[in-house]
T-cell receptor, first 114, second 111 residues
Framework: DAGITQSPRYKITETGRQVTLMCHQT?????MFWYRQDLGHGLRLIYY???????DKGEVPDGYVVSRSKTENFPLTLESATRSQTSVYFC?????????????FGNGTRLTVT | RKEVEQDPGPFNVPEGATVAFNCTYS??????FFWYRQDCRKEPKLLMS???SGNEDGRFTAQLNRASQYISLLIRDSKLSDSATYLC????????????FGKGTLLTVNP
């Protein structure tokens, strides 16, 4: 079952370049999220979306842009990549239908900014 | 006080041991609680939800103490395959879909 997929799995880019990380889910979940995971910080929320065309900032949104024109897609764009954005990025989705709706994660994108 | 705090670990235990993880959260309005596990270089996966009355799933028992804002996970009869990082996860008060993760506790089960 496809579930939630991220692409690319690995990406190396240079400082100052724009890069887009893709996320696609097949469950029709309302909620989608982008987290970054760094040693010493754990998982931190970058942006989230409650539905198509509704997005909101998380804990660490600076330097990132998101869009959600379709329910199933939630791309994350680094407008001008910096070395501090080297990280593992996880996309997740949830149906948010009950108070115990868990997150389902994609398998991550490892981004290196040189 | 950080939103979600866990034992820093790491924990190294022999096979068959019982191990307990503790977690505290700061937002008394939080309504949803979970334990996730994360294997090395993989995505986090739901281990179990935590209910007010406590709940058990095989060798795993989760407890919630709302008064103390404390969550625990007990693993009995540890297996080698239990080796992973365990993440305590709590909803941000007022929004059940927005979750905050603890930094995780690394468990290594040794033969």
């Amino acid at each position: 079952d496809a579930g939630i997929t991220q692409s690319p799995r690995y990406k190396i880019t240079e400082t100052g370049r724009q890069v887009t990380l893709m996320c696609h889910q097949t469950w029709s979940h309302s909620y989608m999220f982008w987290y970054r995971q760094d040693l010493g910080h754990g998982l931190r929320l970058i942006y989230y979306s409650a539905a198509a065309d509704i997005t909101d900032k998380g804990e660490v949104p600076d330097g990132y842009v998101v869009s959600r024109s379709k329910t199933e897609n939630f791309p994350l764009t680094l407008e001008s990549a910096t070395r501090s954005q080297t990280s593992v990025y996880f996309c997740a989705s949830s149906d948010g239908g009950s108070y115990n709706s868990p997150l389902h994660f994609g398998n991550g994108t490892r981004l290196t900014v040189t | 006080r950080k939103e979600v705090e866990q034992d820093p670990g790491p924990f190294n235990v022999p096979e068959g041991a019982t191990v307990a993880f503790n977690c505290t959260y700061s937002n008394s309005a939080s309504q949803s609680f979970f334990w996730y596990r994360q294997d090395c270089r993989k995505e986090p996966k739901l281990l179990m939800s935590v209910y007010s009355s406590g709940n058990e799933d095989g060798r795993f028992t989760a407890q919630l103490n709302r008064a103390s804002q404390y969550i625990s996970l007990l693993i009995r009869d540890s297996k080698l395959s239990d080796s992973a990082t365990y993440l305590c996860v709590v909803s941000s008060g007022g929004s059940n879909y927005k979750l905050t993760f603890g930094k995780g506790t690394l468990l290594t089960v040794n033969p």
